[in-house]
C-alpha cells in the first residue's frame, strides 16, 4: 500500500512538472484540437505581453521575433534580419476565442502607422498579425475589415496579415518584462505615447499608467528624487560619478533608457559627470531654463522626463558641448552587466574594451 501511494504521488509530480513546463513553452502544444497559438507584432514588445497573460483561457504569452529572413536572431540583430518584435500567445480555445484575441491586439496598437509604433520608430516595431492556419487568416480579414468601417483613424488601417514562419524567443530578460521591472516598464508605457493615443482612440482610461510619486519616492533615494522630479542640483564633488572612469554606460535612474556613454565622458573639473554628446540623442530634450535669472539649456530625459542637468558650450572640442549631469539622476551600467540588463545593443561600442584594450575598472 504504500509503495501504491508513492507511485501515485509520483505520478501527480510528473504531472505538475509537465504542465507547469508547457503553460511556460510556446513549443509544447499537446492538443492541437483545444490548443492554438496566435502571433501578434505590436511594437515593442514589452507592451504586448501584459494585455494577453491577464485574460481567462491563456497558457503562455512569449516575447520574440519574428517576420524576417535570418535565422537564430538576438536583441543585437533581428533588426537587420527584417524581424519584427512579436508575440507568441498558446491559448485554450475552449475558453477564449481567436476572435477576442483580435480584438484585444487592435486596442494595443495604432494600426495605420508602417514604420513604427509611437515612440520607437522602424519597420521592427510595426504592426502584423501572423496567422497559423486558414481559419485565422479569415478571421483576421474580417476582423480588419470592420476595423476599416468604424472609423475610428484619420489613415487607413496598413496592419498586414501574413503567414506564420519561424518565431525565434527573445533573451529571457525580455520576458515578462513589466513584472521584472515595474516601475521602468509604466514609464516607459506612459511617455511612449501609446496609452494618451489608445485613450483617444477608444475613449477610456488605461489601467496602471498614470504616474505615482509614491512609488517614487519609494524607490530613488531623497537625493535622487530631489534631482529627477524637483529639478534640483546635487553638490559637486560628493557624488557617485564624478570621477568613475569605469567602461559602460548611463541610464535614467527613472525609466531605465539610455543616455550616455563612459566612451564621451571627461574630466571638466566641475565636480559633476561631464559628456560631450549623448549615447541616444533621441533620449534627451533640451529646454530653456531661466531660475537662476539668466538663460541655461535645461537637459531632461524624454522618456521619464527627468531633470539631468544642463547643457553648456565651453566643452572640448570640435563640437565644444559639456553635458554637465546630476549623478543622482543616473544608473551606471558596467560594459559586464549590459547583455544581462537588457542593453546588448550597446556591447559593440565596447569590442576593443572586451579584447584587453582600454580600461574595465
Not at 131 to 143: I, L, P, V
Not at 190 to 208: A, P, Q, T, V
Not at 270 to 298: A, H, Q
Not at 306 to 316: A, C
Request: proline letters at 6%.
Amino acid at each position: 500500500m504504500k509503495y501504491s501511494y508513492l507511485h501515485f504521488g509520483i505520478m501527480l509530480l510528473a504531472f505538475w512538472i509537465i504542465s507547469i513546463s508547457f503553460s511556460k513553452s510556446t513549443n509544447a502544444v499537446p492538443d492541437s484540437d483545444r490548443f492554438q497559438r496566435a502571433t501578434f507584432a505590436g511594437g515593442c514588445f514589452w507592451c504586448m505581453e501584459k494585455p494577453f497573460e491577464e485574460l481567462e483561457g491563456i497558457l503562455s504569452v512569449t516575447s520574440g521575433y519574428t517576420g524576417g529572413f535570418s535565422k537564430h536572431p538576438t536583441y543585437e540583430t533581428y533588426d537587420t534580419g527584417g524581424h519584427l518584435e512579436a508575440v507568441q500567445i498558446v491559448y485554450d480555445q475552449t475558453k477564449i476565442s481567436y476572435e477576442k484575441l483580435l480584438d484585444v491586439f487592435w486596442r494595443q496598437v495604432d494600426p495605420t502607422d508602417p514604420d513604427g509604433q509611437f515612440v520607437d520608430r522602424g519597420k521592427q516595431y510595426s504592426t502584423a498579425i501572423f496567422f497559423h492556419n486558414e481559419k485565422q487568416r479569415k478571421s483576421a480579414e474580417e476582423s480588419r475589415n470592420n476595423l476599416g468601417k468604424k472609423n475610428l483613424y484619420e489613415k487607413p488601417v496598413v496592419t498586414p496579415i501574413l503567414p506564420a514562419g519561424a518565431f525565434y524567443p527573445a533573451e529571457e530578460y525580455h520576458q515578462d518584462y513589466y513584472k521584472k521591472n515595474p516601475i521602468r516598464y509604466r514609464y516607459y508605457r506612459y511617455n511612449s505615447g501609446r496609452d494618451s493615443f489608445l485613450e483617444k482612440i477608444w475613449g477610456r482610461k488605461r489601467k496602471g499608467t498614470n504616474r505615482s510619486m509614491t512609488d517614487l519616492k519609494k524607490k530613488l533615494t531623497p537625493m535622487q528624487y530631489r534631482v529627477t522630479q524637483q529639478d534640483r542640483t546635487e553638490p559637486p564633488f560628493v557624488n557617485a560619478y564624478w570621477d568613475n572612469k569605469k567602461a559602460g554606460i548611463y541610464v535614467d535612474i527613472v525609466s531605465g533608457e539610455p543616455l550616455f556613454s563612459s566612451l564621451n565622458k571627461y574630466d571638466s573639473g566641475t565636480g559633476w559627470p561631464s559628456f560631450t554628446r549623448p549615447l541616444v540623442p533621441e533620449n534627451i530634450v533640451e529646454r530653456n531654463d531661466t531660475k537662476l535669472f539668466r538663460l541655461r539649456t535645461e537637459v531632461r530625459s524624454r522618456h521619464a522626463d527627468s531633470h539631468l542637468g544642463h547643457l553648456f558650450k565651453d566643452g572640448p572640442q570640435p563640437a565644444g558641448l559639456r553635458y554637465c549631469i546630476n549623478s543622482a539622476a543616473l544608473r551606471f551600467i558596467r560594459v559586464e552587466e549590459l547583455e544581462k540588463e537588457g542593453y546588448g545593443k550597446f556591447m559593440k561600442l565596447f569590442q576593443p574594451f572586451s579584447h584587453g584594450i582600454g580600461p574595465t575598472e
